[in-house]
């Protein structure tokens, strides 16, 4: 199922998207990249933000009040860092900067629209809940010891209005959901896997 993201460089419409809206189970999975969702009983692609943005895909669980918001940029050789004149640390791309970017615009409407009868009506809580952001771009083939450690760092180190950004690449990220659905194949009956 996923032997399709094999290939070096992947574009963001005709690979990644028409992936995720193909294999909706997968889709789900990626809610569970973040700790506080549970069981996925929301799914939406080309999720809007009142009008204003609108994220790839939005997987949350509505009963822990847990969303995920996601955001899938290309991946290419140079999608997370690029060389830049005659420096010798790669610069973060302007493609990562771009995807990264659009997440803190959706954190920033999300906060401007708390507490509202609007927000509140489209998340069907009374109360807030909690979000997190998920930037998927680029391999890591090719990616250097150094620059393995600053996208971690970046991943586990920076927040947004104390919000998580994950930032993944896709190879992690079909890591990750590998493992998580080996995790419930012993469980399925022999005849259904």
Known sequence: MLDRFEN??????EHILSFFTENLHVAALAGHVTPGIANVDRLAYEFDFFGDYVADLAVGDSKRREYCFVEFENAAPDSIFKKVGKKSMLEWSPRFDHGYSQIIDWFWKLHDMDRSYTQRA???HAN????CGLLVIGR?????????????WRRKKVLV?????YCMTFDEFFEDLTLKLNKYVPWVAPETK
Do not use: M, P, Q, W
């Not at 070096?8 to 419409?13: A, G």
């Not at 807030?128 to 979000?131: D, L």
């Open 8 to 13: 070096e460089s992947l574009k963001e419409r």
């Open 122 to 124: 489209r998340f069907d």
């Open 128 to 131: 807030s809940f909690n979000y």
């Open 140 to 152: 890591s083939k090719g990616l250097a010891t150094i620059e393995r450690e600053r996208l971690e």
């Open 161 to 165: 209005d104390s919000k998580h950004i």
